[in-house]
């Protein structure tokens, strides 16, 4: 089963320096029938303008992933972290047992990022947090692991979550495919360009939900950048 659920159809709060569109129930945007998606619980598109930014503010039990499209953001944590994470790298985040962090633009342009919250497989652990570059050439015509809770993804960041966050860059006419494992499902959003899932065309940061499906075939109609999460 595919769901494509159209851009215009998400969530949307435009603070002046934050513009954000959500993919599921946050903060003032509430949809009874996108609380989440499986273990996935928060897909934010984020627009972030230059010199703002989210101040301090807690977290619990909680993976947060971010994938900055454009730009870079900046971190700081009570852990004693500080790190800048910038255009087409992840930063990850275990929240566990309580972290207070923000998280600035402090560049000279706007910073756009995806936002991807996924419930942790064991809760009550000590919080951490890190980031990892990943060169773009790695991700030419395939899906590579980025972020990850899966032991065989030496070289994704790690997560506490039986999920994987996919990304990959694809040519007009170019496919690739994911094997989904039985009971597993997808959300893919793809960061620039339009796409063809299974046949079906979804459009730049359209959501689109998959599951009961065994093999997932993405075929670039446009040069496209796109992030597939595979989770239970």
């Given amino acids: 089963m ?38 996935l619980r928060v897909w934010n598109d984020d627009h972030i303008a230059a010199q703002s930014g989210f101040p301090p503010h807690p977290h619990k039990d909680m993976e947060i992933i971010t994938y900055v499209r454009q730009g870079a953001i900046t971190h700081k944590d009570n852990q004693g972290n500080v790190g800048r994470t910038a255009a ?6 275990s ?5 207070v962090h923000a998280e600035y ?23 951490r947090w890190e980031n990892r570059q990943f060169p773009k ?7 590579r692991p980025l972020a990850s809770g899966r032991p065989e993804h030496r070289d994704a960041a790690p997560i506490i979550a039986n999920a994987t966050l996919y990304a990959g860059t694809l040519t007009p006419g170019q496919e690739t495919t994911h ?9 893919i959003v793809s960061a620039r360009g339009q796409f063809s899932v299974n046949g079906q065309v979804a459009q730049a940061r359209d959501g689109v939900a998959i599951s009961a499906e065994s093999l997932v075939t993405l075929r670039a109609i446009d040069e496209a950048e796109i992030l597939l999460l595979d989770l239970p």
């Fill in 2 to 39: 595919i769901e494509i659920r159209p851009f215009a159809s998400l969530g949307h709060a435009n603070h002046g320096w934050l513009d954000a569109h959500h993919h599921f129930s946050f903060a003032d945007y509430w949809n009874p029938a996108r609380q989440n998606f499986g273990a």
């Fill in 88 to 93: 087409g790298d992840v930063q990850v985040m």
């Fill in 95 to 99: 929240a566990g047992t309580g972290i």
């Fill in 105 to 127: 633009n402090v560049e000279q342009e706007a910073t756009e990022i995806f936002q991807i919250w996924v419930e942790p497989a064991r809760k009550g652990l000590p919080p």
């Fill in 137 to 143: 050439a790695s991700q030419e015509g395939t899906l």
């Fill in 179 to 187: 094997v989904l494992e039985p009971g597993r499902r997808a959300y």
